[in-house]
């Protein structure tokens, strides 16, 4: 028999490659309605590995708050799924520019996750 941690055991059933988000092992999952829907929603963090700007490559970065992503998956179960990932922010101090983390469950900028974005194409053809 396989023993998963709680973690891993979201990244599979979400079909999650990134090793950079792990998940709490308490209240790590909310169940909501909005309007006719049921939403699971899972609590998620994506670790920074940041050593340097991607601007400017200056190493003289600092944290600066995070923000959260609510980012969609494919439906399970009669349940809509959706991820809230905390991303840690930074700023360069050199060129104040500042910037995250990204991951390649979702592109930048959108919360739509790929996995859904390849499934619809898929059921479009």
Do not use: W
Request: some cysteine.
């Amino acid at each position: 028999m396989i023993s998963l941690s709680l973690s891993n055991f979201i990244k599979t059933i979400l079909n999650i490659q990134d090793n950079n988000i792990s998940f709490p092992e308490e209240d790590y999952c909310h169940v909501i309605q909005k309007g006719n829907y049921l939403i699971k929603l899972f609590k998620g963090f994506l670790k920074d590995n940041c050593c340097a700007c991607p601007h400017c490559n200056s190493k003289n970065i600092v944290k600066n708050g995070s923000r959260e992503r609510n980012i969609k998956f494919i439906p399970f179960q009669n349940y809509n799924i959706e991820l809230n990932l905390t991303v840690q922010r930074h700023i360069c101090k050199d060129c104040k520019k500042s910037f995250s983390p990204s991951t390649n469950i979702v592109e930048d900028n959108s919360n739509i996750s790929n996995n859904l974005k390849y499934t619809i194409a898929h059921e479009l053809q």
